[in-house]
């Protein structure tokens, strides 16, 4: 233990020059610690300010006092265990602490008492958390605390970091568990640990810190020797009949425009920044399965974040995240688009990276940004890019965009050393700030270029709204090797060759897509205002009493907890009451008083933007609207029921990137009739699920829930009754028919919704029919519908209102 005279006399120095934060924020919950069990503490270095600084946090949280003496089995022993001593000051000479000696002391009444059992929780501290550079600069090599610092450096690091310091808890790990488990002497036991505990910190440094930086320009010209670059550039000279010197100079010039300027500083600078400007648009950031991730990092994978994209806030709003979750924050895939004065060279220091649109004809620009992206991974580096390609104007999750997973499999081909795990991230958020333009460039105007200027006024007109609360989910990880061994089990023989494109590669690639956006929706948060505006865009006139709409708040909440869409989804811990009167405060709705009480509504323009937040939820009550639609339609056994849905899953899955399978669907089918049976929607008569009669509360609850589907609903009837044309239709003049009844219905039927007659969904819908086998192609490449279609098309029909089915019916006629 250090000497207690040092520790009174650097306490107060430190109080008021030092500011730390805690990695995780909640120790205790999100680690598992017990506070009833004895803790000990395992540091890198004995040093007095790390100890004060970790003393005032613990203290803070109720956990035990760092600084004072361990009681146990009536022996004193250390509570604090340290690796290495300050180096001196001269010599600079690695001094070992008092860790395995401290540890045997510890470990000798745990094995006089069979019952006792100690904690070890292992710190880190990191001061700026300055990775280092490569060739470090005199003052850079004094204020880094890679090594450990003499009290002269450690001076001078407080000094220019002390208000930047973050203290990263571990898992605790039970010594009773290690005695348990191992037949070791203490010596050999001591010995053993102390060696995970170095591997443990170094590891630890490198998750908050990431590697040495090297030098940009230096970087850039290696990149420019390696033989894939050198044979493109060998073939674009020869293409442009051109010197090797010129084709050289254009990689040069696409390396300059493609790569990043990762600055430590800045990134510092801009978690202030970014700091103050969440606490003045944000009421709070909600972060889910962070640990999953950091717990990633320290195994030692290479790291690919794969969000969604609902905003501009996107790309800092999950850096800022990521660096407060105490990792480092990633390189970004940003479009080039975004690579204007002052906001390119500002995003380069936060470790943007630009990428062009389109890649098609210039086998150049692609070499140079594969070997661009290769590098990153090969020095460990992790990368953020967004599968969509651009932000979703709709609320849904777009299409993928392959073309980096495509890349980041191939870098694994030529490299397996390091692990690569893509992480789903879902973000979102109780308001978009760009959702005003996103309706407009739905109704056909062009998209605003971004600019200087452009930039300047959102931002000054964001801090003046009031955004609600952000949410930041992790999703479940891919382990990229693993996910080739199942679908290729002999893609290693493809390995090794840096222009490696396999034949499996884009079929590959294609499921990856869709398996990432499925994990991303399986990550979903759920908030006051998706909720709202679900249930209000199901009223028939947009407009429910104010029990009603808090009533069906509840409902969903139930479902939610009582038939879960996935254990990653993430729920608010408010009743529907609760929420509602948190939501109503931020003006998005219409709140009118009659003499029954008060109604909540949406007039048509906010009716139009509520859809947007109700389709980032969308996926999550498919299958329970499904349900009661079925229901309501009359009393059906189990496995009619199962039939029934499972007939259009399909269509939803691939619709909405649901994650579900088709072989857990019964099992999930039953959980949600328990659901609803216990919330008085349905019951169970002999064999057969029927739903609440009118007279009951229920049914009002069951007929909101079954509007969730109502516009999916008419969509596939569009598509299925066109199919049935007496004149067969090709694809585009099917899209083209489609387009026109769905603009035909939103206009007699008042929906609001900008997607539904978007003709990409059609589209995806005419594809996935196809993938279904629910058409087959004719001689002339016309979509012929199978009987399994034709059925299909009878049973959505007769799930809509007769009104509708008898419009969609109408297609068939020439003047419809």
């Known amino acids: 233990m250090l000497p207690s005279f040092l520790l009174k006399a650097l306490k107060w120095p430190v109080s008021l020059t030092v500011k730390s934060k805690l990695v995780p924020q909640d120790p205790v919950k999100e680690l598992g610690l017990d506070p009833s069990k004895p803790i000990v503490y395992a540091f890198k270095t004995a040093s007095a300010s790390d100890l004060l600084a970790v003393r005032r946090l613990c203290l803070a949280m109720g956990l035990p006092d760092p600084a004072a003496p361990l009681q146990l089995a009536g022996q004193t022993v250390p509570r604090c265990l340290f690796m290495d001593k300050p180096v001196t000051l001269l010599t600079r000479k690695r001094r070992h602490g008092n860790f395995r000696d401290a540890l045997k002391a510890l470990l000798k009444p745990l094995r006089e008492d069979n019952q006792q059992d100690v904690q070890l929780l292992p710190v880190s501290l990191f001061w700026g958390r300055q990775p280092g550079h490569e060739n470090p600069s005199l003052l850079g090599s004094m204020l880094s605390d890679y090594d450990s610092p003499s009290w002269l450096r450690k001076m001078l690091i407080i000094a220019f970091y002390g208000r930047d310091n973050f203290v990263r808890f571990a898992r605790p790990v039970s010594l009773r568990n290690l005695l348990d488990q191992r037949d070791d002497s203490d010596d050999n036991l001591s010995h053993k640990l102390a060696r995970v505990a170095r591997v443990h910190f170094s590891r630890q440094r490198l998750v908050m810190t990431g590697p040495r930086l090297p030098d940009r320009e230096t970087m850039l010209a290696a990149l420019l020797k390696t033989e894939p670059m050198k044979r493109a550039i060998e073939d674009e000279a020869r293409s442009r009949k051109e010197d090797f010197g010129q084709a050289e100079q254009r990689a040069n010039q696409y390396l300059q425009e493609i790569a990043a300027k990762f600055s430590p500083g800045f990134i510092r600078f801009l978690d202030r920044l970014l700091g103050w400007i969440w606490n003045r648009i944000y009421k709070g950031i909600k972060v889910s399965n962070a640990e999953v991730v950091r717990q990633l990092a320290h195994d030692g994978n290479e790291i690919v974040f794969v969000p969604c994209h609902r905003s501009h806030m996107d790309y800092l709003l999950l850096s800022y995240v990521i660096y407060q979750q105490g990792m480092v924050p990633p390189h970004i895939a940003?479009?080039?688009?975004?690579?204007?004065?002052?906001?390119?060279?500002?995003?380069?220091?936060?470790?943007?990276?630009?990428?062009?649109?389109?890649?098609?004809?210039?086998?150049?620009?692609?070499?140079?940004?594969?070997?661009?992206?290769?590098?990153?991974?090969?020095?460990?580096?992790?990368?953020?890019?967004?599968?969509?390609?651009?932000?979703?104007?709709?609320?849904?999750?777009?299409?993928?965009?392959?073309?980096?997973?495509?890349?980041?499999?191939?870098?694994?081909?030529?490299?397996?050393?390091?692990?690569?795990?893509?992480?789903?991230?879902?973000?979102?958020?109780?308001?978009?700030?760009?959702?005003?333009?996103?309706?407009?460039?739905?109704?056909?105007?062009?998209?605003?270029?971004?600019?200087?200027?452009?930039?300047?006024?959102?931002?000054?007109?964001?801090?003046?709204?009031?955004?609600?609360?952000?949410?930041?989910?992790?999703?479940?990880?891919?382990?990229?090797?693993?996910?080739?061994?199942?679908?290729?089990?002999?893609?290693?023989?493809?390995?090794?060759?840096?222009?490696?494109?396999?034949?499996?590669?884009?079929?590959?690639?294609?499921?990856?897509?869709?398996?990432?956006?499925?994990?991303?929706?399986?990550?979903?948060?759920?908030?006051?205002?998706?909720?709202?505006?679900?249930?209000?865009?199901?009223?028939?006139?947009?407009?429910?009493?104010?029990?009603?709409?808090?009533?069906?708040?509840?409902?969903?909440?139930?479902?939610?907890?009582?038939?879960?869409?996935?254990?990653?989804?993430?729920?608010?811990?408010?009743?529907?009451?609760?929420?509602?009167?948190?939501?109503?405060?931020?003006?998005?709705?219409?709140?009118?008083?009659?003499?029954?009480?008060?109604?909540?509504?949406?007039?048509?323009?906010?009716?139009?933007?509520?859809?947007?937040?109700?389709?980032?939820?969308?996926?999550?009550?498919?299958?329970?609207?499904?349900?009661?639609?079925?229901?309501?339609?009359?009393?059906?056994?189990?496995?009619?029921?199962?039939?029934?849905?499972?007939?259009?899953?399909?269509?939803?899955?691939?619709?909405?990137?649901?994650?579900?399978?088709?072989?857990?669907?019964?099992?999930?089918?039953?959980?949600?009739?328990?659901?609803?049976?216990?919330?008085?929607?349905?019951?169970?008569?002999?064999?057969?699920?029927?739903?609440?009669?009118?007279?009951?509360?229920?049914?009002?609850?069951?007929?909101?829930?079954?509007?969730?589907?109502?516009?999916?609903?008419?969509?596939?009837?569009?598509?299925?009754?066109?199919?049935?044309?007496?004149?067969?239709?090709?694809?585009?003049?099917?899209?083209?028919?489609?387009?026109?009844?769905?603009?035909?219905?939103?206009?007699?039927?008042?929906?609001?919704?900008?997607?539904?007659?978007?003709?990409?969904?059609?589209?995806?819908l005419a594809a996935t029919l196809r993938e279904a086998e629910l058409v087959v192609l004719g001689e002339q490449s016309e979509l012929l519908p199978t009987d399994k279609a034709l059925a299909l098309d009878e049973l959505v029909l007769n799930l809509l209102s007769n009104e509708v089915a008898d419009t969609v019916r109408h297609v068939l006629c020439k003047d419809c």
């Open 334 to 764: 940003a479009g080039v688009n975004l690579n204007f004065f002052p906001a390119g060279p500002l995003f380069r220091r936060g470790g943007a990276f630009f990428i062009r649109r389109s890649f098609k004809g210039n086998k150049l620009y692609s070499t140079v940004f594969r070997e661009y992206l290769y590098s990153l991974f090969q020095k460990g580096y992790s990368v953020k890019y967004f599968t969509e390609g651009g932000r979703s104007r709709t609320g849904r999750l777009l299409p993928p965009k392959t073309g980096m997973l495509a890349m980041t499999v191939q870098s694994l081909l030529r490299s397996s050393e390091r692990p690569i795990s893509l992480v789903p991230v879902y973000i979102g958020y109780e308001h978009v700030m760009e959702v005003g333009s996103y309706l407009k460039e739905l109704r056909g105007n062009s998209k605003e270029k971004e600019s200087g200027w452009q930039a300047f006024k959102s931002t000054i007109k964001a801090l003046r709204q009031d955004f609600g609360q952000g949410f930041v989910n992790f999703g479940q990880p891919i382990a990229l090797s693993q996910y080739l061994t199942e679908q290729v089990p002999d893609w290693r023989k493809s390995s090794g060759d840096a222009d490696a494109k396999p034949s499996w590669l884009t079929p590959l690639v294609n499921r990856l897509g869709d398996e990432m956006l499925t994990r991303i929706n399986d990550a979903a948060a759920l908030n006051g205002v998706t909720l709202v505006s679900l249930a209000l865009l199901c009223a028939e006139r947009r407009a429910l009493s104010r029990e009603v709409l808090e009533n069906q708040l509840d409902l969903l909440l139930a479902l939610a907890r009582q038939a879960p869409y996935s254990a990653h989804v993430t729920l608010p811990e408010q009743d529907g009451k609760a929420l509602l009167e948190q939501v109503l405060k931020g003006d998005k709705f219409q709140v009118s008083e009659d003499g029954l009480g008060e109604l909540i509504s949406l007039d048509e323009t906010q009716a139009i933007a509520m859809t947007y937040y109700r389709n980032n939820i969308l996926h999550l009550y498919m299958l329970p609207s499904l349900v009661a639609r079925l229901l309501l339609d009359g009393p059906k056994s189990l496995d009619t029921l199962c039939e029934q849905v499972l007939a259009l899953y399909p269509l939803l899955k691939a619709e909405l990137f649901m994650g579900i399978d088709e072989a857990a669907l019964g099992e999930h089918l039953q959980a949600l009739l328990g659901a609803l049976e216990q919330q008085g929607l349905v019951s169970l008569d002999g064999e057969r699920w029927q739903a609440a009669s009118h007279q009951r509360p229920g049914y009002r609850k069951l007929w909101l829930l079954s509007g969730v589907i109502e516009e999916s609903l008419q969509r596939y009837a569009i598509v299925l009754t066109l199919l049935r044309s007496p004149e067969p239709l090709g694809r585009a003049e099917l899209e083209n028919r489609a387009q026109a009844v769905a603009e035909r219905l939103s206009a007699l039927f008042g929906i609001q919704a900008p997607e539904f007659f978007d003709k990409k969904l059609i589209a995806s």
